[in-house]
């Protein structure tokens, strides 16, 4: 079963605005990645949040860590028509990534 | 840069031939991973390697198997194919971790198989 869920399953936005995507999962994690995957492609790792890590930066992306909640939030600032993807969560046991069902994120332009 | 990449990008097969796909990656990544994709399902793992010769199942092994003879190669193998294997195939590596995976996956570009 999918350990992490992500949430809303889709999103519409406009260029300019920001878009937020949010994932929680169950069990403890090592750490805990965001992906993006464009339509009929591979997945692009995004960025990476260790578990003893609250938020992390990287660009226009912002990530939240809550490991009390089990939840975390990817904030996209600024959007445009090229951030239109799908958005993964991955959380990390022994030896296994856990993905999510995933955020299909649409940016108007 | 890491490159991962997949012997087709579509591939349509018949209902009980066996069908290989292979993967290859060229950053001498101890683990690789293979996944398969639905609609509404997300990625779920198939098996995983952490080391030549080495295999472990994942969420979804049943009608599947692997090989890993050398490191940079991973194949996975539908031995007896069926419908129901129709998906997207993604397979991946990332280096090792001391504890558990702390490494991003690096994945190819993906294997959309049809069996029919």
């Known amino acids: 079963s999918q350990q992490g869920e992500e949430d809303p399953q889709a999103l519409s936005i406009q260029e300019g605005e920001n878009a937020t995507m949010n994932c929680s999962y169950k069990t403890s994690i090592n750490n805990l990645q965001w992906y993006r995957q464009n339509s009929g492609r591979g997945l692009v790792h995004l960025i990476l949040i260790r578990s003893n890590e609250r938020e992390k930066h990287s660009g226009r992306l912002r990530v939240t860590l809550d490991t009390s909640k089990k939840s975390s939030s990817l904030l996209i600032t600024a959007s445009r028509a090229a951030d239109t993807a799908s958005y993964f969560c991955?959380?990390?046991?022994?030896?296994?990534?856990?993905f999510g069902t995933g955020t299909r994120l649409k940016v108007l332009a | 840069d890491v490159k991962v990449t997949q012997s087709s990008r579509y591939l349509v097969k018949r209902t009980g031939e066996k069908v290989f796909l292979e993967c290859v990656q060229d950053m001498d990544h101890e683990n690789m991973f293979w996944y398969r994709q639905d609609p509404g399902l997300g990625l779920r793992l198939i098996y995983f390697s952490y080391d030549v010769k080495m295999k472990e199942k994942g969420d979804i092994p049943e009608g599947y198997s692997v090989s890993r003879e050398k490191k940079e190669r991973f194949s996975l193998i539908l031995e007896s194919a069926s419908t129901n294997q129709t998906s997207m195939y993604l397979c991946?590596?990332?280096?090792?971790?001391?504890?558990?995976?702390?490494?991003?996956?690096?994945f190819g570009p993906g294997t959309r198989l049809t069996v029919t």
């Open positions: 991946a590596s990332s280096p090792s971790g001391v504890a558990g995976p702390s490494y991003e996956q690096y």
């Open positions: 991955a959380t990390s046991g022994t030896y296994k990534y856990i």
